[in-house]
Structure formats: C-alpha cells, structure tokens
C-alpha cells in the first residue's frame, strides 16, 4: 500500500483552515446583545433512555469548554427561548419513539447566572415503557412468489416486546422491500399503530395493497455521441433480463454495472410508467458520457521515521482506444492508461541520511525512483457480457530497506463480474527483477541462501505465476465504509528462481466488516482480519519480492514493512551504540572500565520479509463532528520466517498494539493520524541481541526513546515501542 503525499495533507490543511477561519468568529460573535450563552444543560429522571441521547436529539445544548483553544471543532451555544421551548417537546418526543408513551416534562428552569449566562435544568417522568399487544398483517394471502411466513418470522416486533418506533419503521420497509423484489412495483402498505396510554400497550396493524405484479419490460437508454444505445441496454440486460420479474434489486445492480464500464461521469436507472394490459414495466435509464480522453498530474511527498520520498506523476487514459474489434466484431470502449511516476527517496530519513553524510559514517540507501505502466483493458470480449480481457505492464525501479531493484511486471487475465459485488480474476504473470541488496554483507560470514531467495546483479530474479484473485465488495463506501463487508482471497501457483528454480504456492485471504450505530449511527466498528502462507517447494526457498511484510497501515505497531523476521548489515566501523540517548538525540556509547567508548562494526536492522503473515484489526470510530472522527483501535500481527500453520508460536511471534487516532475531513478525502503503543510484553524480539554481529541501537522507548527500558528483549526489539502514522484514508 503505497503512503499518501504529504503534500496533499498539507493542501487539505490549508482548505480547511482557509474556509474555516471565517466561520470561527462568526460562531463566537454574540448574535444579539442580549444574548446569552448556555452554561450547562442537565435532565434529572432520565434512567430508560440515556441522558447523552436525550441530549444528542435536541438542538439546545451547552458550550464546550474547548471552542477556543480548538474553533474548528466547537462553537458558543446560545439559548434562544422559542428554540428551548420545541426542544421540551422533543424530548417527549423521544421518549415515545422509545416505547415511553407515558413520558412528559415535569419541570424546566433556566437560571440566569452573573457571567450572562444561563443554567438549563429539565426534569423528566418517564413511565412505563409500552409492549405491542396485538399485531395483524394482511393483503399478503395468495401472493405469488412471496413468502409470508418468512416475513413474519424476520419481524423485529412481537407481541411482549416495547414498541419502538424504529422497529415499527424496519417492518414496514421489509415487508414493502420483498413486495418490490417479488415484482409488485406498486404496492402500498397503510399502518396504524394505536397506543393505549392507560395500559400502557400498543396494537398495530398493516394492510398491503399489492397491486399487479410485473414482469421487466422493454429497456430505454440515452443516444450519446459514443456510445450507443444498444450497447447499453445490452449491458444492463445482464441484471434487467426480459420477461423476468421485475425487482428493486434487480434495477440497483443494473445501475451498479452500467457504472461500471468506464464512460460515464452519472448513471440512473428508474422504472418507467407500468403497463397494466401486459403487466410488464419498463425501464429507463439516464447515462451521461464522461470525457473519453483524460490527462492526469501531480506530485507529493511522503515520509516516516524510514523512508521519506518526494514524487510526481503523469497519467494519460484513452477510453476508447478502437482495438477492442480485435477481440468481437463492432466492440467498444478498450482503455488503455499509461503512467509515468518518477520521485526520489531516502532511508532511512532525511535527517539521518544528512548526519551520516557529514560524519562521513554512510550506510543511508537513496535514489531516484519510479516507473512507467500501461494498463489495457478491452470489455465483453469473445461476445460475453460479464468478461473483460486485461493486461498490464510496468517498468519500475524500487528502493527498500533490504532490496533495490530495476524491475519488469507483465500480467494478462480475464475479469468475470457476475454480479456488481463479485470480482473473479483469474491471470498469468511473469516478473523479472535485476536485484541489488547489502543483506549478503552480514556481519556472520554472509547470509545464508534463503535470506533473498533471489541472485543478485547481475543475474535476474526470474517470477512465473498463476494468479486467481476473488472478490465480494457489499461496502456502502469503499473510500469511507461505514455498513458492510470484503471479502476476498488470493492464491498462487508458480515458478520462482531463488538458488534454483522453486514451485511455490501463495495464498492471502481477507474479510473486513462494518457495522454503524448508535444516536445517528456515529459510532462505527470495524475489523479486519487477513492471512498469508507462501510455501516454497524443494527445499523451502522462496523469493524476497514475494514473500510478506507487515507494519504502517496494515498492523500500526510498527513502521512500515518493519514487521518481518530481520537480518544486520554492517554500516561501518565505529562506537558501539548503547540503548541510551544523548542530549543530542544520538546514542550513548559503550564504555568499558577505564572509560573510554568501545569501538566494533557498527549495523543496521533490515526486514527480508517472511513465508507467514497474520493481521488482525477492531477499531472503533466515533463521529464528533461532521469534520472530526476520532478512533480507538487494537491491531495485532505476525510475520514468520515459515509459513503460517500449526506449529506458528504465537506467543513469541504475535504482537499487539493500542493506539488512538483522529480523521479529519476534507475535500481531498479523510486525513487520518494515528499513534499506536505495541505492547512490550507481548511476543518477543524481532532480532534477538547477537554478540557476533554488528552492534546497533535498540529502541525499547517510545518517540526519541522516550521511557526507555534499556530491555533488549521487549515484544518487536530493535524496534521503538510507539509509532506515529500520517496519510489519507481509513486504515482499512
């Protein structure tokens, strides 16, 4: 996953603060002289619904106490008495959407204080909560193609239960959804919900209007200057099939895959106007062509405490290049995008990478980086009107912490989309890679053979696969979910030169979830949970550039691709490095007994990544504000030398961090900070201390060692304990 520009971060900032400066005053400023800000807002009795929610529901509320020191994320309240006066009625309001029919307001104050300010006190009775009573449901017998038992048994209310208003509404919209997806596009549901106060209990009932049920008819779509009407219909027919029942269902995924081709800038599908005589209703849909030739540029810069890059890109996209006839007769729209990306990058970072070039030490890797890619894609190929043929190729040079490399990356596959949410793409690959790395100077005679996997300059690493990747996307948002899930699974079969040609097998699966709730939905849980094997045969070895690397977004108790078994390579020849910092923010030497700082080869830890991979993720995420989300999240992961199965030691090669974040929102999408704490006593060391090999600085404290232990031994050692990540977008 490649690391947001800081750029763009900084340019979102500037957005923000810019719109946002104007509004601080104004939210502040008093808008009559008389007015008066609100001190404090309390509801004594409030025991059946929280006082948070009754408070959350109303529009009166106090002034926080940060709107000064934070303006962007709070404002003065002021009290306004017409206001003060609707929102007593819509605290019973609430109460009755609980099931509280009983509740009412006994008493209001407002007390003037002698900073002209007011003090707001409610005090509530709440009742007792009213259960249905009776329920009746009818209009359903002898409908074709629905199930009404099934209806009844999905009912969220029944008899006993309080009546929530919620519930009542869910109801309602499940039985008038399964008449829409049976084919009565026009059906009508009437409810009364009668409450008996004095009981308290409710009694209610639905009575369905069906009406006739349809079958899909003809299907309408625009005349664009491209792309032809027949065309379009002709993909959509694949959800909106003729003389099948007519469904909601049916219409969404229909608008989800005419989408999907690539041309449209808008897309809505819509019933048209039913037609009684033949019981059939057609289909209209609205698409409207984006342009078919785009020019794409810009630049960033990225950073952490490993790897800090500045780059640029340039992007071309031809969306009608004219070779799809090739493939099927009279075929359209094959794209094919080309892209330029070109940057530079240091590692470790910058700041070290200038002291170690002034103290003459060395050791930093920095470079020119970058590629060039073509992409080609060419839709319903061999007359089919769910497969689409692609291929890529890229040219690339990468620099990494264990690893450079000058690398090429072919790959040619079908896309099948049964369905909008499914995604088979099975493909073939071949990827070549002119490897250069410093892993074989180690400090121990050299690395072994399966440290790369791979020959270095000037043989090529040589990579053939085959690849069958699947997907099943029910996300309402994939930038921002907030309901929903992923799943997907990757597995490979191929060909790897690493000492010898080596048969390997690769498999990674993944599922994410999304659940929102809560007074507004503003709370949102999510969790990932992925897992990853690479198994090498006749004799265990597998490449580097294949092999996992975790840290950064995918486990936050690490920097990136830090979570991963490590290796030493020297870096020179100097003081050995205690675990202790100076005032200077460099370490410590050893001492020996006169005194004097000992002196042996110095080294760098360096991750060759692992055969194993486990991440798991939960995270909560509470909306403050429209702009402002905050986090708290556990995230716990593996990378081993072997590959993931029974005999994996969790307890040494599992770690868990905590941490918490914040999300703010912008036009160029959430920018997201989040500071994780991996836990010190949970696994062991990534490298455990070698006295053979270079010596090098072990972090068991948080930023500039701050607490440190002088551990050498703590859960992930050599690595700080605490990590700070910065970039655009949710973590998953």
């Given at each position: 996953?490649?690391?947001?520009?800081t750029?763009?971060?900084?340019?979102?900032?500037?957005?923000?603060?810019?719109?946002?400066?104007?509004?601080?005053?104004?939210?502040?400023r008093?808008?009559?002289?008389?007015?008066?800000e609100?001190?404090?807002?309390?509801i004594?009795?409030?025991?059946?619904?929280?006082?948070?929610?009754?408070?959350?529901?109303?529009v009166?509320?106090?002034?926080?106490w940060?709107?000064?020191?934070?303006?962007?994320?709070?404002?003065?309240?002021?009290?306004d008495?017409n206001?003060w006066?609707?929102?007593?009625?819509?605290l019973?309001?609430?109460?009755?959407?609980?099931?509280?029919?009983?509740?009412?307001?006994?008493?209001?104050?407002?007390?003037?204080?002698e900073?002209?300010m007011?003090?707001?006190?409610?005090?509530?009775?709440?009742?007792?909560?009213?259960?249905?009573?009776?329920f009746?449901?009818?209009?359903?017998?002898?409908?074709?193609?629905?199930d009404?038992?099934?209806?009844?048994?999905?009912?969220?209310?029944t008899?006993?239960?309080?009546f929530?208003?919620?519930?009542?509404?869910?109801?309602?919209?499940?039985?008038?959804?399964?008449?829409?997806?049976?084919?009565?596009?026009?059906?009508?549901?009437?409810?009364e919900?009668?409450?008996?106060?004095?009981?308290?209990?409710?009694?209610?009932?639905?009575?369905?209007?069906p009406?006739?049920?349809?079958?899909?008819?003809?299907?309408?779509?625009?005349?664009?200057?491209?792309?032809p009407?027949?065309?379009i219909?002709?993909v959509?027919?694949?959800?909106?099939?003729?003389?099948?029942?007519y469904?909601?269902?049916?219409?969404?995924?229909?608008?989800?895959?005419?989408?999907?081709?690539?041309?449209?800038?808008?897309?809505k599908?819509?019933?048209?106007?039913?037609?009684?005589t033949?019981?059939?209703?057609?289909?209209?849909?609205?698409?409207?062509e984006?342009?078919?030739?785009s020019?794409?540029?810009?630049?960033?810069?990225?950073?952490?405490?490993?790897?800090?890059?500045?780059?640029?890109?340039?992007?071309?996209?031809?969306?009608?290049?004219?070779?799809?006839?090739?493939?099927?007769?009279?075929?359209?729209?094959?794209k094919?995008?080309?892209?330029?990306?070109?940057?530079?990058?240091?590692?470790?970072?910058?700041?070290?990478?200038?002291?170690?070039?002034?103290?003459g030490?060395?050791?930093?890797?920095?470079?020119?980086?970058?590629?060039?890619?073509?992409?080609?894609e060419?839709?319903?190929?061999?007359?089919?009107?769910?497969?689409?043929?692609?291929?890529?190729?890229?040219?690339?040079?990468?620099?990494?912490?264990?690893?450079?490399y000058?690398?090429?990356?072919?790959?040619?596959?079908?896309?099948w989309?049964?369905?909008?949410?499914?995604?088979?793409?099975?493909?073939?690959?071949?990827?070549?890679?002119l490897?250069?790395?410093?892993?074989?100077?180690?400090?121990?005679?050299g690395?072994?053979?399966?440290?790369?996997?791979?020959?270095?300059?000037?043989?090529?690493?040589?990579?053939?696969?085959?690849?069958?990747?699947?997907?099943?996307?029910?996300?309402d948002?994939k930038?921002?979910?907030?309901?929903?899930?992923?799943?997907?699974?990757?597995?490979?079969?191929?060909?790897?030169?690493?000492?010898?040609?080596?048969?390997?097998?690769?498999?990674l699966?993944e599922?994410?979830?999304?659940?929102?709730?809560?007074?507004?939905?503003?709370?949102?849980?999510?969790?990932?949970?992925?897992?990853?094997?690479?198994?090498?045969?006749?004799?265990?070895?597998?490449?580097?550039?294949?092999?996992?690397?975790?840290?950064?977004?995918?486990?936050?108790?690490?920097?990136?691709?830090?979570?991963?078994?490590?290796?030493v390579?020297?870096?020179?020849?100097?003081?050995?490095?205690?675990?202790?910092?100076?005032?200077?923010?460099?370490?410590?030497?050893?001492?020996?007994?006169?005194?004097?700082?000992?002196?042996?080869?110095?080294?760098?830890?360096?991750?060759?990544?692992?055969d194993?991979?486990l991440?798991?993720?939960?995270?909560?995420?509470v909306?403050?504000t429209?702009?402002?989300?905050?986090?708290?999240?556990?995230d716990?992961?593996?990378?081993?030398?072997?590959?993931?199965?029974?005999?994996?030691?969790?307890?040494?090669?599992?770690?868990?961090?905590?941490?918490?974040?914040?999300?703010?929102?912008?036009?160029?999408?959430p920018?997201?900070?989040?500071?994780?704490?991996?836990?010190?006593?949970?696994?062991?060391?990534?490298l455990?201390k070698?006295?053979?090999?270079?010596?090098?600085?072990?972090?068991?404290?948080?930023?500039?060692n701050?607490?440190a232990?002088?551990?050498?031994?703590y859960?992930?050692?050599?690595?700080?304990?605490?990590?700070?990540?910065?970039?655009?977008?949710?973590?998953?």
């Open positions: 996953m490649r690391r947001p520009g750029s763009l971060v900084v340019a979102a900032l500037v957005v923000a603060a810019s719109s946002g400066c104007g509004s601080i005053d104004a939210a502040r008093r808008p009559t002289p008389d007015a008066r609100v001190a404090s807002l309390d004594d009795g409030a025991r059946a619904v929280p006082e948070a929610e009754l408070k959350e529901r109303i009166t509320s106090a002034s926080p940060w709107p000064s020191w934070l303006p962007l994320v709070g404002r003065t309240e002021w009290f008495a206001t006066q609707a929102d007593l009625r819509r019973t309001r609430v109460y009755e959407a609980h099931g509280y029919y009983q509740a009412r307001v006994l008493e209001d104050l407002v007390t003037e204080t900073r002209e007011v003090k707001l006190t409610v005090k509530v009775f709440e009742g007792k909560p009213a259960p249905l009573r009776r009746t449901l009818t209009g359903l017998e002898g409908l074709a193609g629905l009404a038992e099934g209806l009844g048994r999905q009912r969220r209310l008899p006993g239960r309080t929530l208003e919620d519930d009542w509404a869910a109801d309602k919209a499940r039985v008038l959804t399964a008449l829409h997806e049976a084919g009565y596009a026009e059906a009508q549901l009437a409810g919900a009668v409450v008996d106060l004095d009981a308290p209990a409710v009694d209610a009932s639905l009575t369905v209007t009406g006739p049920r349809y079958r899909i008819g003809k299907v309408f779509a625009p005349l664009g200057a491209v792309v009407p027949k065309l219909v002709d959509a027919s694949v959800d909106l099939e003729p003389s099948a029942w469904s909601d269902s049916a219409l969404a995924d229909a608008q989800a895959r005419v989408f999907q081709m690539g041309v449209f800038s808008a897309v599908v819509n019933r048209g106007i039913p037609d009684p033949t019981a059939t209703l057609p289909i209209v849909i609205d698409a409207r984006a342009p078919f030739h020019t794409r540029f810009g630049g960033g810069a990225g950073g952490d405490l490993i790897r800090n890059e500045v780059r640029g890109f340039l992007e071309y996209t031809d969306r009608n290049l004219g070779l799809a006839r090739l493939f099927s007769k009279g075929a359209l729209l094959d094919l995008t080309l892209k330029a990306r070109l940057g530079y990058a240091v590692l470790p970072n910058l700041p070290e990478f200038i002291r170690r070039g002034a103290s030490e060395g050791g930093t890797n920095h470079g020119l980086v970058g590629g060039l890619n073509a992409q080609y060419v839709p319903r190929v061999f007359n089919t009107r769910t497969v689409s043929f692609a291929t890529s190729l890229e040219l690339s040079r990468v620099l990494d912490n264990a690893f450079n000058f690398g090429g990356e072919l790959k040619a596959g079908l896309v989309r049964p369905t909008p949410a499914w995604l088979v793409y099975p493909s073939v690959n071949a990827n070549t890679y490897l250069q790395s410093e892993v074989q100077q180690l400090a121990t005679g690395a072994p053979s399966a440290a790369l996997g791979c020959p270095t300059a000037p043989a090529l690493c040589v990579i053939g696969f085959a690849d069958l990747t699947v997907e099943f996307d029910r996300r948002d930038l921002a979910p907030r309901q929903g899930f992923f799943l997907s699974a990757s597995a490979q079969a191929g060909l790897s030169q690493t000492t010898r040609f080596t048969p390997f097998v690769r498999l699966p599922a994410r979830g999304y659940v929102s709730f809560g007074p507004e939905r503003r709370l949102t849980l999510a969790g990932k949970l992925r897992a990853g094997t690479l198994v090498g045969f006749g004799g265990g070895e597998t490449p580097i550039v294949a092999r996992f690397f975790s840290g950064g977004a995918y486990m936050r108790g690490f920097n990136q691709r830090r979570l991963s078994p490590m290796a390579v020297q870096t020179g020849t100097g003081p050995l490095p205690s675990n202790e910092l100076g005032l200077d923010g460099q370490p410590l030497c050893q001492r020996d007994a006169a005194g004097s700082c000992r002196v042996g080869p110095l080294g760098a830890t360096v991750p060759i990544g692992g194993g991979l991440e798991a993720s939960v995270e909560l995420r909306d403050v429209d702009s402002l989300t905050l986090a708290v999240f556990v716990s992961g593996l990378v081993t030398a072997e590959p993931l199965g029974p005999a994996t030691n969790l307890a040494t090669s599992l770690f868990t961090a905590v941490g918490v974040g914040a999300r703010y929102r912008t036009p160029l999408g920018i997201r900070g989040d500071v994780a704490f991996r836990l010190p006593f949970i696994g062991g060391p990534l455990p070698d006295p053979s090999q270079p010596a090098y600085f072990t972090q068991s404290g948080c930023f500039f701050l607490g232990s002088g551990s050498t031994t859960a992930g050692a050599p690595d700080s304990v605490c990590t700070l990540h910065l970039s655009i977008g949710e973590a998953f």
